[in-house]
Nanobody, 120 residues
Framework: QVQLVESGGGLVQAGGSLRLSCAASGSIFSRNVMGWYRQAPGKQRELVAVISSGDDTNYADSVKGRFTISRDNGKNTVYLQMNSLKPDDTAVYYC??????????????WGQGTQVTVSS
């Protein structure tokens, strides 16, 4: 079972920036998708951004142009650079990885979450 360890959350003023990191322990399948989700109080968890092992990316409309996802395959680490932060970005951010093997169902893992708070 892959363990995901997130870091980089914190408190920032509106307009500021933060960079989240998520390191996956152990080896993961070469075909995978790593990404970030977030959950604000009273709301459902939602996709923020994902990146495939082939570097294809997908972003939520609400963060396009402000957030950038990237990965370092050698370190099994995914990053989320968040710029021009807004109070609406306040949430717990969760790292997620889906691994695709040749046979069997995809394997999914979640991090423990890191709090991002944006003050107005």
């Amino acid at each position: 079972q892959v363990q995901l360890v997130e870091s980089g959350g914190g408190l920032v003023q509106a307009g500021g920036s933060l960079r989240l990191s998520c390191a996956a322990s152990g080896s993961i399948f070469s075909r995978n998708v790593m990404g970030w989700y977030r959950q604000a109080p009273g709301k459902q968890r939602e996709l923020v951004a994902v990146i495939s092992s082939g570097d294809d990316t997908n972003y939520a409309d609400s963060v396009k142009g402000r957030f950038t996802i990237s990965r370092d395959n050698g370190k099994n680490t995914v990053y989320l650079q968040m710029n021009s932060l807004k109070p609406d970005d306040t949430a717990v951010y969760y790292c997620h990885v889906v691994q695709y093997n040749v046979v069997g169902p995809p394997l999914r893992s979640w991090g423990q979450g890191t709090q991002v708070t944006v003050s107005s």
